[in-house]
């Protein structure tokens, strides 16, 4: 298969990167969020969810074939 230059140049990097936090993703994940907006642009903080929004997403969706449980009486 034909090695591509750039990436070749991109894997190395990213090597290189989680090298330099010794490849503990905890510590990558938090230096990418502390890098977050640094640049001006919007980031979008969806760490406190609306309660209205959080029972919606427990329903399932309309139209689901998901089945209840048989009732017991009905056996």
């Known amino acids: ?10 894997r190395k990097r990213r090597e290189e990167y989680a090298a330099s936090f010794g490849f503990d993703l905890g510590r990558i994940v938090a230096d990418l969020q502390s890098r977050q907006g640094r ?16 029972a919606d997403a427990d329903e399932p969706p309309v139209g689901s074939r998901a089945m209840a449980a048989p009732d017991a009486a009905a056996i």
């Open 1 to 10: 298969m034909f090695d591509d230059p750039i990436v070749l140049e991109t």
């Open 39 to 54: 640049d001006g642009r919007m980031v979008v903080d969806r760490s406190c969810i609306r309660e209205s929004e959080q």
